[in-house]
């Protein structure tokens, strides 16, 4: 098992507040930062918590997307003729499609060098996506009907509804009055709307997935190493805010408001205001900081990250006049206590600044006269994605077992509701006593769902809290297992108060899985340090981005919605009750708290 490496170990507290002579570093960096064609002292400065929110608000746009998305996208695929089956097939094309296009916009990130920066313009690119799925979905069915689309046959369903009456004359006159027979709308009157619906409902999921990544290396980029544990708490405060606040937009009955009229239903109501919130959290966000362009970086040593390279040899130079304080000359005893060569200095203290590029001054006068790395080729590059260091597999695969526990209950938590709490049947007759108990226990399971929300927030503000109390790995494994208990004990007794009080946990696990894999990822970067070898550091000799590797443990979501696409269905038909759901979700949990032992802890 790979150990924890203790902060003793560490080359040093690398914190501006703990450390003075980094504190003057990074002031020089900032003073030289403003007198550029623009202002960029801004990246080598603490951020005030005002800024860290305007940073984070993209993430509270995402989710209320996703709340739109998990509550109406499947109800308007069926109200267009989808069955189930093929329904289900449709949430796997976009798990498909990002578990291959996710790392590769992360590898681009890291080396756009476009001058508005290397994360915003790919957070707009995958935001305009989001807006064109928050258009499509709901207004897929008007727009097949422009196209040409047949629609309700309304004569069909008149004799459909007439005949049905001699069996059961009531529901075939809910029918009639309701404008939809009882066998249900043809897909194939629907051709348009199923393409739009479709290519909108894969353009939402696949563009609100994949735009957290470079939403979070922004964050990360622009943040001192010491504050991202805050600054990742505060994006995961905002993503369970969203969250909260949209299931309860969704879950009100606009039809009967002013402004529901004015829109055009309770559907495109939601939609309307999702879209217009989710506008204006981007421009929050993408006008907070502007980025150092990369290629200022690559001619400016000064701009860049502050790597422990440059710490080194400040300190070679021992000029205790400029710092007067007796830390440095500690901080100098544990440096070159843990960094026995050279290799161990290229990490980089600050950010995610490749370490490809070749350093102009960043070592000391022994190590300065060294010939520059040369650049790596594309082939290494990308093998250096698919082949990972061992540290980044386990998280890879925790994160994994972790999304696979949650999208399970995510995508068929409701449903779970709806039948094995209420006793209801999806595919009853509407307006019989079964369907209607479906439909309330659908919507508690929201109240759930947004309790869930909820909980993640909360939870995001202690998360930094305790993993000082009980250390990184005790916080992570805790969280997963107890997602896994309140997943068992839901299932072998489901009840009322059992979905309010254990959505509690999916809370929890959400609040982990957007905070403690990407503060690890951070760290393995800050500190160079991705293996441990008989107690000391292993430096890594490839060039891997924090955009790489931060997109590569998020596009774990992709992979774990297609198998969970494909798998759950089969499972519950197998043991005919959709507690199966929840089976899957604990031994899913119990699988990642395993694999959570073998992370390596920094």
């Not at 960029?40 to 509270?60: P, Q």
């Not at 499947?74 to 329904?87: A, E, N, R, T, V």
């Not at 009531?170 to 739009?196: D, Q, R």
Request: aromatic share 12%; proline share 4%.
């Amino acid at each position: 098992m790979v150990g924890v490496v203790a902060d003793s170990t560490q080359a040093a507290q690398l914190s501006s507040a703990k450390n003075p002579m980094i504190k003057y570093l990074l002031k020089q960096r900032e003073t030289h930062a403003k007198t550029q064609d623009a202002d960029y002292s801004h990246v080598f400065r603490r951020k005030t918590r005002f800024e860290l929110f305007r940073l984070s608000a993209i993430a509270m746009a995402i989710e209320f997307a996703y709340a739109a998305e998990t509550s109406f996208v499947s109800p308007i695929l069926l109200q267009i003729g989808i069955d189930h089956k093929h329904m289900t097939m449709a949430w796997g094309l976009s798990p498909l499609i990002g578990f291959f296009v996710s790392p590769l916009l992360g590898s681009i990130s890291d080396r756009c060098k476009l001058r508005w920066g290397r994360r915003r313009p790919i957070i707009s690119i995958l935001s305009f996506g989001i807006f064109l799925g928050l258009i499509l979905v709901p207004y897929g069915k008007e727009l097949g009907a422009w196209l040409g689309d047949e629609g309700y046959n309304y004569t069909a369903m008149a004799l459909n509804s007439s005949l049905d009456s001699i069996s059961d004359g009531t529901a075939a006159v809910a029918a009639l009055v309701a404008g939809e027979s009882p066998a249900g709308p043809s897909a194939s009157n629907f051709k348009y709307a199923v393409i739009l619906t479709i290519l909108g409902m894969v353009l939402l999921d696949f563009d609100a997935d994949t735009c957290q990544t470079p939403a979070r290396t922004y964050l990360l980029d622009m943040c001192l190493p010491e504050e991202q544990p805050k600054a990742l708490t505060m994006f995961t405060l905002f993503a369970g805010f969203g969250g909260t606040i949209g299931y309860g937009i969704g879950g009100i009955d606009w039809e009967h408001t002013q402004i529901g009229n004015f829109l055009g239903g309770n559907i495109p109501t939601v939609f309307s205001l999702v879209t217009i919130i989710f506008v204006v959290c981007y421009f929050i966000t993408v006008l907070t900081f502007r980025e150092i362009p990369l290629k200022l970086m690559e001619r400016d040593e000064l701009l860049r990250p502050l790597s422990e390279a440059d710490i080194n040899m400040e300190l070679k130079k021992k000029n205790n006049a400029v710092y007067y304080i007796q830390e440095t000359s500690t901080l100098e005893q544990q440096m070159q206590a843990s960094n026995k060569s050279t290799e161990a200095l290229q990490g980089s203290y600050q950010n995610s600044y490749l370490p490809t590029l070749p350093a102009k001054s960043g070592l000391d006068v022994e190590t300065s006269t060294s010939e520059p790395e040369p650049p790596v080729s594309l082939r290494a590059y990308l093998k250096s994605i698919f082949i990972m260091p061992y540290s980044m597999r386990m998280l890879a695969l925790t994160n994994l077992f972790c999304w696979m526990g949650h999208v399970t209950y995510c995508l068929y938590f409701t449903d779970f509701v709806g039948e094995a709490v209420f006793h209801g049947d999806p595919t009853a007759a509407p307006g019989s006593e079964k369907a209607m108990l479906y439909e309330a226990g659908v919507r508690f399971g929201c109240w759930g769902m947004s309790i869930y929300a909820f909980s993640c927030s909360m939870y995001s503000l202690s998360v930094t809290k305790l993993m000082k109390w009980f250390g990184t790995k005790v916080v992570y494994i805790s969280g997963i297992v107890y997602y896994g208990v309140g997943m068992l004990i839901l299932g072998l007794w489901p009840t009322k108060w059992g979905v309010l009080v254990f959505s509690t946990s999916a809370g929890i696990l959400y609040g982990t899985l957007f905070t403690l894999p990407f503060i690890l990822v951070a760290n393995y970067h800050a500190k160079n340090c991705f293996r441990v070898h008989n107690g000391e550091t292993v430096p890594l000799k490839q060039a891997r981005g924090l955009g790489t590797d931060v997109a590569i443990i998020s596009s774990m979501v992709f992979i774990a919605q297609l198998i969970v696409s494909l798998c759950i269905g089969p499972l519950v038909a197998w043991m005919e009750t959709t507690c199966a759901i929840l089976f899957a979700s604990t031994g899913l949990s119990f699988a990642a708290a395993i694999a959570a032992f073998f992370v390596l802890y920094v």
